[in-house]
């Protein structure tokens, strides 16, 4: 089965600064698709960036990137120029389509406090 | 363009009773998936519908069980309730459920069993 480790609990950061959440993952398979949402206090989860295993290149959105290193199994989540509004629960999830179908697996979440 | 429309928000129910929540996908979607939320447990994988047809199903007892309508509308249905099914309920819509197009989730409902 598949498993996602999000070993932060916790983490706090300055606004403007830069932030890394960490993400590793479990799995035999080599096609899959790694995401980052977001679950600020709405409650609503937010796709904040996705990576296909297949693709070398490291996605970018905005202020969001990543570092996939699929030989490690990690996946984490670089946040630069922090935001007040970047405070929230951030899940790491993964998801195997040929073997277990469109299902999300999650990690259990980091929240992330930025601080002004 | 609206966005996943869970309700209702929040509900209060007592053991043993049962209860239906309702998920509308943004239009044109197809896939509507569900999923858990509890502090201990995180977030679980429930089932997927797509055209009306369940797709995929988590590890969840039978109590749990789900519908989808021709218009892609969505229902989840958890009978004989028990403490322990007080959670966040999200579901999550997309085109056709493939990861190319991204999932969309609603706020949730929030069930908490007395």
């Known amino acids: 089965a598949q498993t996602v480790t999000q070993s932060q609990p916790e983490m706090s950061v300055q606004e403007a600064e830069t932030v890394t959440l960490s993400c590793t993952y479990d799995?035999?398979?080599?096609?899959?698709?790694l995401f980052w949402y977001k679950q600020p206090p709405s409650r609503q989860m937010i796709l904040v960036i996705r990576?296909?295993?297949?693709?070398?290149q490291n996605a970018t959105e905005n202020r969001f990137s990543v570092n996939f290193q699929k030989a490690a199994k990690s996946f984490s989540l670089k946040i630069s120029d922090s935001q007040l509004g970047d405070t929230a629960m951030y899940f790491c999830?993964?998801?195997?389509?040929?073997?277990?179908?469109?299902?999300?697996?999650f990690g259990a979440g980091t929240i992330l406090r930025v601080k002004s | 363009k609206a966005g996943v429309t869970q309700t209702p928000r929040y509900l209060i129910k007592t053991r043993g009773q049962q209860v239906t929540l309702s998920c509308s996908p943004i239009?044109?979607?197809?896939?509507v998936s569900w999923y858990q939320q509890t502090p201990g447990q995180g977030l679980q994988f429930l089932f997927e519908?797509?055209?009306?047809?369940?797709?995929n199903k988590g590890n969840f007892p039978g109590r749990f069980s789900g519908r989808q309508f021709s218009n892609s509308r969505s229902e989840m249905n958890v009978s004989t309730l028990e403490l322990g099914d007080s959670a966040l309920y999200l579901c999550?819509?997309?085109?056709?459920?493939?990861?190319?197009?991204?999932?969309?989730f609603g706020s949730g409902t929030r069930l908490t069993v007395v």
């Open positions: 999550a819509s997309s085109w056709t459920g493939e990861s190319d197009y991204g999932y969309t």
């Open positions: 799995t035999s398979e080599s096609n899959y698709y």
């Open positions: 990576q296909e295993a297949y693709k070398q």
């Open positions: 999830a993964f998801m195997n389509p040929m073997e277990y179908g469109n299902k999300l697996v």
């Open positions: 239009s044109g979607h197809r896939s």
């Open positions: 519908y797509f055209s009306e047809t369940q797709r």
